[in-house]
């Protein structure tokens, strides 16, 4: 198969490159901006554009079998213009399971155009991963890493009883995988979480026991800081954190699997297991101590 992969320089394109180099039966295109890192992408053949233009998007699919599009579902839109060009009809889409916040901006974005699939006519498969860990890549876990790394307190905001389920990158590029190559995936829609569901406190203390580290868990209640966070963006101040945040730690963040690990074989590790090994590859890169 000749596959299309946008999004190849970030946590899950990478893992997905790896598998599919592993593999060996499949030839791979890698749609990147000029600005992209493509050392990272080991030599691959690169097609340059922009996910937000189907031009370019059009270009980078001709000769293509299939498309696995990494790269955002908001540029939805513009993937299916430029398929329905090319007459490419297979498609894996990653979107979020953000998809099922209660929170509307949240899920919103994502079930929209996760919603035009169904009328474009192509074979689509939707993938929806939990927050994503497992290098220096990753957009949360390895800045936790490295705050415990340097700190002896770290502050929670509310309870820390909300459930997290963080997925480790090479799972869900099996699953991304499994999902674009077995029969009977078309039209359908798979959430691809880590194994099973552990509270932030618990994912902190596991977070620093990886670490090596002993670390005092401050409580901050999360409403007054939320109300600050509000105040201060209508003051245009530059924030670490938004309002928005804060308030999503009050919802659980959990999900069923059982349709992926019947259908597509899917078997997340252990959230233990991949945290040892992110704070390996941060060591190797010093990152962390």
Known sequence: MKILVSGSTGLLGQGLLRLLREIGKHEVRCFVRRTSLVERLGGLELAYGDAGDADSIARALRGMDAFVHVAGIRYTPEVLEAMRRTRVERLVIVSSTSAHSRFEFRS?????????????????????????????????????????DRSPVFPIFGSGEN??????????????????????????????????????????????????????????????????????????????????????????????????????????RAFKEGITLEVGRLREIGMVR
């Open 163 to 268: 459930l997290w389920q963080p997925v480790y990158y090479e799972d869900l590029a099996r699953g991304v995988y499994a999902a674009l190559t077995k029969p009977g995936t078309d039209g359908q829609i798979y959430d691809l979480p880590g194994p099973r569901p552990l509270t932030y406190l618990d994912l902190v203390r596991t977070a620093a026991g990886a670490l090596g580290k002993s670390t005092r868990i401050v409580r901050i209640p999360a409403e007054p800081v939320r109300r600050t966070l509000v105040l201060a963006e209508r003051m245009g101040l530059p924030l670490p954190v938004s309002s928005e945040q804060v308030l999503r730690l009050r919802e659980d963040k959990a999900y069923s699997y059982e349709k992926a690990r019947e259908e597509l074989g899917y078997a997340p």
């Open 108 to 148: 919103a974005p994502r079930l929209v155009n996760e919603a035009l699939l169904a009328g474009s006519e192509l074979r689509w498969t939707v993938a929806r991963p939990s927050m994503i860990y497992g290098s220096e890549l990753d957009h949360n876990m390895h800045k936790l890493l490295r705050f415990l």
